[in-house]
């Protein structure tokens, strides 16, 4: 038996990891697509890095799943946080040297990294009794918060950083792309705009998170975990009981997922347009910025109040919840091109997310145990990040057939559908169980 302040060490220990990969890979993204589009020379090759980074969460997050059920937590956390360096090192290559094919397939880095960096809420939330098991998903999903707040604000100290190291060179594809660079961002130099910097800082604190893994991350969390399943637990490495599709047909595992997927889908889909949506109604980039961070609030700050609410109030309840959030942002936001229309509509969207995403985390880690929970939370993962990514693949689709508001409808029928999905499922998993 680990008493419960090993757990609680070993939570310290990944919200401090997650936090720094949080921070690393925004800082990243905040000059990824303006990077792209000046090694690719054209406004299609801006949004690739993005879409190649979620296609390649989707595709690995199953096989990082078992990757955790074989040979433990802490190794799939150290291979995502290696990953996680690999990626971000090619990437100040690919930057250094001129070369988009390069910053592609350090983009491919980046998604494996956040296919097993998601997996951090499932390895926290077994690791405590099911009663706190929100809660500490709340907490380690707020690690969002630390890379929101502070990922675009280590911008430009750390392109002072790579002044210092001498790491600024512009190579020949960017200079021949100046003119392209200055219509991105006004006003800025050239060197702001090139800079090497966040992959620069990004390198330093990926490689931190590495070795606070490898060394801190000590016992292994799923022999800690053993203790607090209420399911017959299985042996590190051991064989799955049950198929996957036998595990898929549990309906509690099924309303889990599907929360997660509407959830995550809903909110992909109307955050990505909102930008253009206000850059069309003459909105400037500060105003862009403001409602952005409005839905980062909704969607991380709330968190640890989000994971005591599941655990007082039940897993269903806060899906419900989530589902009515959802449609009142999706009837909200297109009311008016207004700020704060704009504001309370994507808050409550990155809320309901929220809600959505926390219980349904907290329902698919109470379904199941070892191995098996690190391979359904794989395979959930792998689905939710495949339809987060033909969402925004699709918003721009949506929005040229009907605007804003078409999106939004989409959206709220999605959400109408959740609702839909809990009542029926939440009656099939009562039957199951005879209560």
């Avoid at 210092?164 to 200055?182: D, G, I, K, R, V």
């Avoid at 809903?266 to 990505?272: E, G, H, K, Y």
């Avoid at 862009?288 to 994971?307: D, E, K, Q, R, Y």
């Amino acid at each position: 038996m680990y008493p419960l302040r090993v757990s609680q060490r070993l939570l310290v220990t990944l919200f401090v990891s997650q936090s720094l990969f949080s921070a690393a890979q925004i800082s990243i993204i905040t000059l990824h697509s303006i990077a792209a589009g000046i090694l690719g020379g054209s406004d299609a090759a801006a949004g690739m890095p993005t879409t190649v980074v979620t296609f390649s969460q989707s595709m690995m997050a199953y096989a990082m799943g078992i990757l955790m059920g074989r040979y433990g937590r802490r190794a799939g956390m150290c291979a995502a946080y290696g990953f996680a360096f690999l990626g971000a090192a090619l990437g100040l290559i690919s930057v250094l040297q001129g070369n988009f094919p390069l910053l592609l397939i350090s983009s491919v880095g980046m998604g494996i990294a956040r296919s097993g960096s998601h997996m951090s809420r499932f390895v926290v939330g077994e690791m405590f009794p099911a009663a706190k098991r929100a809660q500490m998903i709340g907490r380690i999903v707020f690690a969002g918060t630390i890379g929101a707040i502070f990922g675009p604000a280590l911008v430009e100290p750390s392109s002072r950083l790579a002044r210092f190291l001498s790491l600024e060179l512009l190579p020949e594809p960017f200079l021949a792309h100046t003119e392209l660079a200055l219509t991105i961002m006004p006003g800025a130099s050239v060197t702001q705009q090139l800079t090497t910097g966040p992959w620069v800082l990004a390198s330093f604190l990926l490689g931190i998170s590495f070795l606070i893994a490898f060394f801190l991350l000590r016992p292994e969390p799923a022999l800690v975990a053993e203790q607090y399943s209420e399911l017959p637990p299985q042996a590190l490495g051991g064989k799955s009981k049950h198929t996957l599709r036998e595990l898929l047909r549990l309906p509690n595992v099924q309303l889990a997922i599907l929360a997660m997927l509407i959830s995550q889908t809903v909110m992909s889909t109307l955050m990505t347009i909102t930008p253009w949506h206000m850059h069309l109604a003459d909105h400037s980039n500060a105003q862009v910025s403001f409602v952005i961070a409005a839905h980062v609030l909704g969607m991380f700050g709330l968190s640890p109040l989000t994971g005591y609410l599941i655990d007082r109030y039940g897993r269903v309840t806060m899906m419900v919840a989530a589902a009515l959030l959802l449609i009142a942002s999706t009837i909200i936001a297109p009311l008016s091109t207004q700020i704060p229309y704009l504001v309370a509509g994507l808050f409550l969207l990155g809320l309901g997310w929220n809600f959505g995403y926390v219980a349904g985390s907290s329902m698919l880690a109470d379904a199941l145990s070892g191995a098996e929970r690190t391979r359904v939370a794989g395979f959930n993962d792998m689905l939710v990040a495949f339809c987060a990514g033909l969402g925004t693949l699709s918003s721009g689709f949506l929005f040229g057939l009907g605007g804003f508001l078409f999106v939004s409808v989409g959206g709220g029928a999605l959400a109408l559908l959740l609702l839909a999905l809990i009542r029926t499922l939440s009656v099939k998993q009562l039957a199951l169980t005879g209560a």
